[in-house]
T-cell receptor, first 113, second 114 residues
Framework: GESVGLHLPTLSVQEGDNSIINCAYS??????FIWYKQESGKGPQFIID?????DKRQGQRVTVLLNKTVKHLSLQIAATQPGDSAVYFC????????????FGTGTRLTIIP | KAGVTQTPRYLIKTRGQQVTLSCSPI?????VSWYQQTPGQGLQFLFE???????NKGNFPGRFSGRQFSNSRSEMNVSTLELGDSALYLC?????????????FGSGTQLSVL
């Protein structure tokens, strides 16, 4: 079946540095991708999304890059802060017209003070 | 605007019992979907409802069911609970359910089956 996978389960970054979290997806038909942040005891929190007709999208301190050729997605967080420590999930929706996300396994990001 | 609200926050049940979880979507949102989160399997899609109709169902046994009411509130039910059903159950809502819009999650219901 289709799946979304992450290259690294854990990532430690010095406070103030930039971090990059990667994600590989396997369904070439996926049209919509989302990055979520999940803190302990909370549900996933929307960070940023991107449609397949785009290569890059920027938000506040975050940038998502989409490479459809190699089916790769990345989340860049600039000037990381302690509050960025969390588990980050990428998700894809290959079923346009309804909500059915396939999630990656997640990357735990730890910010070192 | 209030976010997605799930109740109860925690539940402890024993094997064989059944459980009902509740979800109130963001006001105006018509699509409600449910996910199961476990350390071993991650986040897995259970089902999605739109305008009181189930549009999609994940690969879960028939013991897992749900419904949506006319005010978009949703419930999911798990019958004949098994130890493996212990998980965080997350509800998410979106405005139009197009599959290409922001999906907002609640904080979840942590279910423990003993």
């Amino acid at each position: 079946g289709e799946s979304v996978g992450l290259h690294l389960p854990t990532l430690s970054v010095q406070e103030g540095d930039n971090s990059i979290i990667n994600c590989a997806y396997s369904n070439s038909a996926s049209d919509y991708f989302i990055w979520y942040k999940q803190e302990s005891g909370k549900g996933p929190q929307f960070i940023i999304d991107i449609r397949s007709n785009m290569d890059k999208r920027q938000g506040q301190r975050v940038t998502v890059l989409l490479n459809k050729t190699v089916k790769h997605l990345s989340l860049q967080i600039a000037a990381t802060q302690p509050g960025d420590s969390a588990v980050y999930f990428c998700a894809e929706n290959p079923n346009f017209g309804n909500e059915k996300l396939t999630f990656g396994t997640g990357t735990r990001l730890t910010i070192i003070p | 605007k209030a976010g997605v609200t799930q109740t109860p926050r925690y539940l402890i049940k024993t094997r064989g019992q059944q459980v009902t979880l509740s979800c109130s979507p963001i006001s105006g949102h018509r699509s409600v979907s449910w996910y199961q989160q476990t350390p071993g399997q991650g986040l897995q899609f259970l089902f999605e409802y739109f305008s009181e109709t189930q549009r999609n169902k994940g690969n879960f046994p028939g013991r897992f069911s749900g419904r949506q009411f006319s005010n978009s509130r949703s419930e999911m039910n798990v019958s004949t609970l098994e130890l493996g059903d212990s998980a965080l159950y997350l509800c998410a809502s979106s405005a139009a359910g197009t599959g290409a819009e922001k999906l907002f999650f609640g904080s979840g219901t942590q279910l423990s089956v003993l």
